[in-house]
């Protein structure tokens, strides 16, 4: 490649040209070359002449001899086909006629030698021999003048892709490829750093629409993902629920950066006489189409929990829900019940993770089946299980986005998690954050995390002497409802309530033995419960027949229990219990300070 005054080569070019050198050589000097070459020069000089060509000069003429000579290349004695020497063409016409913008630069300083006239169009005119630093001062702004001390200092090309000078402007994908010039050992170029004659060829593509474009997406996919995230938790309950007897803290956490948020979910229901039901699922899939899904299941849930069915019904039911929503759409869940009374956590699980459970004492416990498939599949008959949730236990509820990792057993991220929980102290919030930490999820983690944490407080001091309980057992007859009357008017005088809070209390004790004596079976019983905000008066008997409020005619004898309950209570209940029998309950709010006793 030849320039006006002086010549650059592609590293490897002087090689190649020596190689085919020294090929022609070999051939002259076994007598093969010069017939080719000689019909080569008669053709050349007959086409002058305006007589005919040699037809086998070149293999790719039109004449009549281009298909023999096609047809014979490769054969011993067959002219070879013309084909043009790199070596012939003018670097400087082909870089001139280049729309992107070049720039050849020589030496340690990185001095101009040449600017292409895309070049001089887009930045002015350069002047030769000045410094790159002086003379191109918008590789300067790009940030490219060190890239050219790599690729001047290593020997290889690099590339800098969508590089944009401060303050806006166009983008450009930047090549900068090593060169070769005449070596001047003398020159200027002479330095114990860089060889003479070495150099760099720039090419300046710009993408500046390209950069636009894909600005646009990522503002878009932005917009998207805001949007996706923002559905996602306006499903999810804005404040968790309190219970009495349970601390509650639950976090989600979006996966990675795409618009396409998951359905991990969790939610808080009080269920009445201190009972919550928790909650926890993900839907498979991502997007506004399993956020919808999700929304659906936990509206579900709240209303299958006010039924106040054991865990395994209220999973049935979810079953055929989601069939119904969406059969493509399958989800995970697990669903709990706390009772303070007995200590317990009854649960049923639908192809979800298990529950853990930390002792007072630090041990930690994986609840055990059952567990049934995910929701949706259909065809199971799910089965709650329990697990012991003493005073100072921890609870954790959690999505596989936590402890699931690829290329690793989701058993060895629930080992993980167990060995985090096993340490982790604090509050039920601080506990979240501790866990989520441990186990690596941060801004770039590529799954979205539901945890969700209860602790069972173990209370001590004045605190504990805000909540008390009280039973009694009736074997019935006609001395039950004495009996639970003057029970009930003794614990509650002891508990030092208001008088009018007594005398509610006591009558509600009265009317909810005398309804179960008149539509129950023995065994019976009356418990009283006082937490720091409310007052529980609770009768079971034998009989799982659900009682309902009714209309009471004038003339009617009976039937005005459950509408007195009704009308002096907060809040009234019923529900069947894991051993056959029915539990009615009635709660009454306490006064905002109320009195320590």
């Given amino acids: 490649m030849n320039f006006t005054r002086w010549s650059a080569r592609f590293p490897g070019t002087q090689r190649r040209a020596a190689a085919r050198s020294e090929h022609a050589a070999a051939q002259a000097k076994r007598g093969e070359g010069a017939v080719p070459a000689a019909r080569g020069a008669a053709g050349r000089a007959a086409a002058a002449d305006g007589g005919p060509a040699d037809p086998t000069a070149a293999g790719t003429g039109t004449g009549p001899g281009a298909g023999p000579a096609a047809a014979g290349a490769g054969a011993p004695g067959a002219a070879v086909p013309f084909v043009p020497s790199l070596d012939e063409l003018s670097v400087r016409e082909v870089l001139g006629r280049l729309p992107a913008r070049v720039a050849l630069v020589h030496g340690p300083e990185h001095r101009v030698a040449y600017v292409n006239d895309a070049y001089t169009a887009g930045f002015g005119p350069r002047p030769t021999g000045t410094p790159a630093h002086e003379a191109l001062p918008e590789l300067g702004e790009l940030g490219l003048l060190p890239l050219l001390d790599q690729v001047q200092r290593s020997g290889r090309p690099r590339t800098a892709k969508n590089r944009t000078a401060p303050?806006?402007?166009?983008?450009?994908?930047?090549?900068?490829?090593?060169?070769?010039?005449?070596?001047?050992?003398?020159?200027?170029?002479?330095?114990?750093?860089?060889?003479?004659?070495?150099?760099?060829?720039?090419?300046?593509?710009?993408?500046?629409?390209?950069?636009?474009?894909?600005?646009?997406?990522?503002?878009?996919?932005?917009?998207?993902?805001?949007?996706?995230?923002?559905?996602?938790?306006?499903?999810?309950?804005?404040?968790?629920?309190?219970?009495?007897?349970?601390?509650?803290?639950?976090?989600?956490?979006?996966?990675?950066?795409?618009?396409?948020?998951?359905?991990?979910?969790?939610?808080?229901?009080?269920?009445?006489?201190?009972?919550?039901?928790?909650?926890?699922?993900?839907?498979?899939?991502?997007?506004?189409?399993?956020?919808?899904?999700?929304?659906?299941?936990?509206?579900?849930?709240?209303?299958?929990?006010?039924?106040d069915l054991p865990p395994h019904e209220v999973l049935q039911l979810l079953d055929g829900l989601a069939a119904e929503i969406d059969a493509s759409q399958i989800a995970t869940c697990v669903y709990a019940v706390h009772d303070p009374n007995e200590g317990l956590l009854a649960y049923a699980s639908a192809g979800h993770l298990p529950i853990l459970v930390r002792d007072a004492d630090g041990a930690v416990r994986r609840a055990a089946e059952p567990t049934g498939p995910p929701l949706g599949t259909g065809g199971w008959l799910h089965a709650s299980g329990t697990i012991a949730l003493g005073p100072g236990s921890t609870a954790v509820l959690y999505t596989d986005g936590l402890v699931e990792r690829r290329g690793e057993d989701i058993d060895e991220g629930v080992a993980a998690l167990e060995r985090a929980l096993a340490g982790a102290q604090g509050s039920p919030a601080v506990i979240c954050d501790r866990l989520m930490r441990a186990l690596g999820v941060d801004a770039d983690h590529d799954d979205d995390v539901a945890v969700m944490v209860l602790q069972q407080p173990d209370r001590a001091g004045p605190e504990a002497e805000l909540f008390h309980n009280a039973a009694l057992d009736l074997l019935g007859g006609i001395e039950a409802a004495p009996r639970a009357r003057a029970f009930a008017q003794g614990v509650l005088s002891s508990w030092r309530f208001p008088v009018e809070l007594c005398d509610l209390g006591v009558l509600a004790a009265s009317e909810l033995v005398a309804n179960s004596l008149q539509h129950g079976t023995p065994p019976m019983s009356l418990r009283l419960r006082r937490t720091d905000r409310r007052l529980i008066v609770e009768v079971t008997d034998g009989d799982d027949h659900l009682p309902r409020r009714r209309r009471a005619e004038p003339g009617d004898e009976t039937g005005r229990g459950i509408s007195i309950i009704a009308t002096i209570a907060s809040s009234w209940g019923s529900r069947r219990t894991p051993g056959g029998g029915k539990a009615v309950w009635c709660e009454f709010a306490l006064p905002d300070k109320p009195p320590a006793g």
Avoid at 171 to 195: I, L, M, R, W
Avoid at 222 to 228: G, I, N
């Fill in 167 to 307: 303050g806006g402007g166009s983008s450009y994908t930047v090549t900068c490829t090593p060169v070769e010039f005449p070596k001047e050992p003398h020159g200027p170029d002479a330095d114990q750093h860089a060889h003479p004659g070495t150099g760099v060829m720039i090419h300046l593509a710009d993408v500046t629409d390209h950069a636009e474009a894909l600005e646009r997406l990522r503002a878009s996919e932005s917009r998207q993902r805001e949007a996706a995230v923002t559905l996602q938790r306006s499903l999810l309950p804005q404040e968790l629920e309190q219970p009495d007897d349970l601390r509650v803290s639950a976090v989600y956490h979006p996966g990675g950066t795409e618009a396409a948020v998951g359905g991990d979910w969790y939610d808080v229901i009080t269920l009445g006489a201190g009972r919550t039901a928790l909650v926890i699922g993900d839907v498979m899939g991502r997007g506004v189409r399993a956020a919808a899904v999700m929304g659906q299941l936990r509206t579900a849930v709240r209303a299958y929990a006010r039924l």
